[in-house]
């Protein structure tokens, strides 16, 4: 079974930064698209970064230029490196993983998702 699991949340002041890390677990053979998304109270959930797995990214309006995202391919591992934060940010930061191959019980294409991690700004 594949497993994603988040790391580096947390509470920061306004103008500070964080670096999330997802790492996905199991007998994975490959994983196209990582992403990481938000999801704030009373909102929906809404993709902020993405990354193939040919290194190609792509930024919601509102952090590019202040979030970075980088993934590492040989460990199954996506970061999310976040700069300049503001409350606005404050939310549950979710990891996914698009199109992972895996082999164990058997061989299939899935989605996965991380169970989230807080990331709390404060002024």
């Known amino acids: 079974q594949v497993q994603l699991v988040e790391f580096g949340g947390g509470l920061v002041q306004a103008g500070g930064s964080l670096r999330l890390l997802c790492a996905a677990y199991g007998n994975i053979l490959s994983i196209d698209d990582m992403a990481w998304y938000r999801q704030a109270p009373g909102k929906q959930r809404d993709q902020v970064a993405v990354?193939?797995?040919?290194?190609?990214?792509d930024y919601e309006d509102s952090v590019k230029g202040r979030f970075t995202i980088d993934r590492d391919n040989a460990r199954n591992t996506v970061a999310l490196q976040m700069n300049h934060l503001a409350p606005e940010d404050t939310a549950v930061y979710y990891c996914s993983a698009q199109g992972v191959v895996s082999t164990v019980p058997e061989y299939r294409v899935d989605d996965y998702w991380g169970r989230g991690t807080q990331v709390t700004v404060v002024s």
């Open positions: 990354i193939s797995s040919g290194g190609s990214t």
